[in-house]
């Protein structure tokens, strides 16, 4: 199956994803209740996750997409808070390791802001102390479901409940995301805490004293592995992630896409193809993808504006057929049709 790669998918030239370690642990949370792997995949239609190499990345859109259908197929709409529950360390693959041989939350939290795209590209985390209060705030690049902001808030809290004690209770959860009275309260009588919705961030609040407490399974030699090999993962994900940006860049600046292929924006970067093409399958991605999207975008701007004959030929279309199929793939219906609802908005 071919991966198409959304707006929503990517923000500055960079496409957000998680590990593969980390969408597992959804599927193997799914296991436990009773799901099969292969139907789930199948529902959101990423029969090709089991033929992914170790380093690629899994996109944005199958990781909310899988979240979404165990919402569904669960009928439990904290579906994401109970996903959330259930963390590991090893779930966050080497960060995990990294964060729970730290000396106390606040080196914990130090290795987090570093190194969280480790584990998923989708938000940026920013930390703050303001006298006996710290708070944790998470916003995503990109809007998602009300699930993937579940998980991510309640896996914080429970490996910070693992490493500090259960009887750990923030001071406060907001969550962006509107929620129902009923299950505030289910959220509230687990986190021990108050929880608000409808807010416009995502935050845990805790006491600042929390901070230095040491951690039970500090480990300061497997601190200090575990923090080189961080280093060098988030070095070839930024390696991965540059080649992507930049194509996505180059594509945009292109007067037109014609004689678009991968052996000439390998000859850009002064690379084999070969080379080329292994690091966006790292990154999650393919070359062709990249180009589709463009094509996709371009076509949208100047659709109504230009002929569809003269469309094609910017767009890198030999012939006019081929466009008419990437159309129809693109939006379900002709470029007549298509016109034809537009002006009907």
Known sequence: MTIFLSLDD?????????????????????????????????????????QYK???????NYYSALLDYGKRILNDPLFGFHVGCDVHSADYGVLGYLIESSENLAMAIKHLLAFDQLVA????TDFSVNHQQASIRWT??????????????????TTARQLLGDNLAPSRISLSHP??????????????????????????SFPSQLLQHTFRSENPQLHQTM??????????????QCAKSE????????????????LQFASVFNMSSRTLQRQLKRAGCRFAQLLDDER????????????????????????????????????NCSPRVYLSRSSRV
Not at 31 to 47: H, M, N, P, R, V
Not at 121 to 124: E, F, Q, S, V, Y
Not at 227 to 240: D, G, H, P
Request: charged share 15%; hydrophobic share 40%.
């Open 227 to 240: 923090a080189a090999i961080s280093q060098q993962e988030l070095a070839s994900i930024n390696a991965n």
């Open 121 to 124: 590209n989708i938000g940026r």
């Open 54 to 60: 170790k380093q690629q990345r899994v996109p944005l």
């Open 140 to 157: 995503p690049h990109a809007q998602g479901s009300e699930q993937i902001v579940l998980r991510n808030m309640a896996a914080w809290l």
């Open 296 to 331: 996709k975008q371009r076509t949208i701007k100047q659709l109504g504006s230009v002929s569809l004959g003269e469309l094609s030929l910017q767009l890198g279309f030999n012939e006019q057929s081929s466009f008419n199929r990437a159309f129809r793939r693109w939006f």
């Open 10 to 50: 990517m923000i500055g030239g960079a496409v957000l994803n998680t590990s593969q370690t980390y969408f597992a642990s959804v599927l193997d949370f799914l296991a436990q209740q009773g799901i099969d792997s292969t139907q789930a995949l199948d529902a959101i239609g990423f029969e090709d996750f089991p």
């Open 247 to 262: 194509i996505i860049d180059l594509l945009r600046l292109k007067p037109d896409l014609q004689d678009c292929t991968l």
């Open 179 to 204: 929620f129902t009275v009923s299950q505030l309260r289910q959220l509230n009588q687990h986190l021990n805490c108050e929880v608000v919705a409808n807010q416009p961030f995502n935050e845990i």
